[in-house]
């Protein structure tokens, strides 16, 4: 138990934490796709493999008929329905934003900015009936060499990032639950 604890205690010292899911030398560059800033109403979980289970987006909360706006620049490479879904998709070299359910104003082939609007959104039979979501997605490469990424690095919404204790004040280091130290020390009258 004591050797759990103290990589527990060790890793978070460091500030070390769990994989971020994206590139760590990436600055936020995108645009919410909808506007105001919404809720995040589901987190990504990435699949271990490209077909396995998992989240592979965010869940944004909106409302029905909202404008959704493409995130990065880039070219429609998708306008359409996927099984009877409406989704668009946004090529970004590389890489592809993909919005749902969303009912496409662009066309295959078109060129949209950081912010153009791609369509309005809409309510589908989705985990988030009655009420209206979008859901995000950011993925790089095709097929078996596809990578999910979470959508939301590309705002400056990802992944909490634990911090060292010392970045702005040394700190003493103790288990949150435990007293401190001074008080085990003092004598206990209660022993005969």
């Known amino acids: 138990m004591r050797a759990v604890l103290g990589t527990v205690l060790l890793l978070l ?13 990436e600055q936020p560059t995108g645009v919410w796709p909808l506007d105001p800033r919404p809720d995040v109403v589901r987190h990504f979980e990435p699949p271990p493999t490209p077909y ?13 008929g909202q404008s959704v706006h493409a995130a990065l620049a880039g070219t429609v490479g998708f306008a359409g329905s996927i099984g009877g879904k409406p989704v668009v998709t946004v090529l970004h070299g590389g890489r592809r934003t993909t919005y749902e359910p969303v009912v496409a104003s662009v066309e295959r082939g078109q060129a949209v900015a950081a912010g153009d609007v791609l369509g309005r959104l809409v309510v589908t039979d989705s985990h988030c009936f009655p009420a209206a979501c979008l859901h995000w ?11 999910y990424l979470d959508p939301l690095t590309l705002v400056g919404g990802g992944p909490v990032r634990l911090l060292p204790l010392w970045r702005d004040d040394p700190v003493t ?20």
Do not use: F, N, Q
């Not at 949150?176 to 022993?191: C, M």
């Open 173 to 192: 280091a103790r288990i949150p639950w435990s007293p401190p130290l001074a008080r085990w020390r003092r004598p206990v009258d209660w022993i005969a």
């Open 13 to 25: 010292a460091l500030g070390v934490a769990g994989p971020a899911h994206a590139r760590p030398d």
């Open 52 to 64: 396995a289970a998992g989240h592979r987006g965010v869940d944004l909360a909106g409302s029905p």
């Open 137 to 147: 997605g950011l993925v790089e490469g095709d097929g078996d060499d596809r990578t």
